[in-house]
């Protein structure tokens, strides 16, 4: 099969090589997916770079994925093959998280792209139980539930922002989508870019950028990281919230504990989703509560959209498809 492979750590050109790997075969309770379509997230980026200790290359990245069941291995039922599924974060079931309901959480979790080969390939591996089946989109929708619109459906369980004045900061692949819902559910919504040409997809979303020196936002979303985490701190109200839900440089940052004591503000870190939120980000595209904004490229294009993320010049998520 073709894929993209992590090869080293680095940029783009020297990490990702566009590979022939041998086609996966199933085994005990295992399905093969054919990728149509596989979602590019800033996790990604950070993987590449080398930030996660347990990522070993040479591996497939990628996390975000729907595709067909093309192949199934001994236990599992064969009239399953042909239909389509978005696939989860692979979790135990038993750990204190995953009884709490908290899968995300999982202590032993296996992450595709991470911890074994992920969705940058025609083809990927996973157990039967971690391909969910769904109907009714276009897969390169629908790959947009499987991460972006689903962590926002997570991260906006946090906190109530009917009524409130929210900033998100940034308006990545995830910002774009938090801003959406948190529209639809009755916020104030502002976001913080540096992209006119973001700004004007927002602009005919009916969501404002937010003016300069405007401050004292109910919540802030920060889904940048280090390089905006001090900003988003004096940006929120006293009493505010700030709810934490991205890392795209991997870096560490300072933060002053003066700030969050004399504030009082509220720091909610929120880590990605659980299958059924995916499940509701698919009914809000289904309900066109929310636009799906993508880029679509061919897998063969993956250092390229490493680059043009790291540019800032995608809008809405980046999508591979084989």
């Known amino acids: 099969m073709k894929a993209v492979q992590l090869v080293k750590f680095g940029e783009p050109a020297e990490a990702l090589k566009f590979v022939d790997l041998p086609d996966p075969v199933p085994g005990p309770g295992d399905v093969v997916v054919k990728i149509e379509a596989a979602g590019v997230c800033g996790r990604d980026l950070v993987v590449r770079k080398g930030a996660f200790p347990h990522v070993k290359p040479p591996i497939v990245p990628g996390h975000e994925g729907v595709g067909r069941i093309v192949d199934v291995g001994p236990g599992v039922e064969k009239d399953i093959i042909g239909e389509r599924v978005f696939l989860s974060g692979i979790y135990d079931g038993t750990c204190e998280y995953c009884k709490r309901g908290l899968e995300n959480l999982c202590k032993n979790a296996e992450l595709l792209g991470e911890s074994r080969n992920g969705t940058y390939a025609e083809y990927v591996l996973v157990p039967a139980k971690f391909a969910h089946p769904f109907h009714g989109l276009d897969p390169r929708v629908a790959v947009v539930a499987t991460c972006p619109l ?12 009917e009524g409130k004045k929210v900033l998100v900061v940034g308006a990545g692949g995830t910002g774009i989508y938090i801003a959406q819902l948190a529209k639809i559910r009755g916020a104030e919504v502002y976001v913080s870019t540096r992209s006119p040409d973001k700004a004007r ?25 280090s390089p905006t985490l001090e900003r988003s701190l004096k940006l929120a109200k006293r009493s505010g919230s700030v709810l934490v839900i991205g890392n795209v440089t991997g870096e560490k940052t300072l933060l002053s504990p003066a700030l969050v004591i004399l504030r009082q503000l509220k720091i909610i870190g929120s880590m990605a989703f659980r299958p059924w939120d995916i499940y509701e980000a698919l009914d809000i595209l289904k309900r066109g509560l929310v636009k799906p904004l993508y880029t679509e490229y ?9 680059e043009d993320m ?3 010049a995608v809008i809405g998520r980046a999508i591979l498809v084989p």
């Open 150 to 161: 689903s962590t926002a459906v997570y991260a906006l369980r946090h906190v109530d922002v």
């Open 201 to 225: 997809v927002l602009k005919e979303l009916g969501i404002n950028t937010a003016p300069e020196g405007e401050k004292d936002f109910d919540i802030v979303v920060d889904t940048v990281g």
């Open 298 to 306: 061919k897998l063969q294009d993956a250092v390229r959209v490493h």
């Open 310 to 312: 790291e540019r800032g």
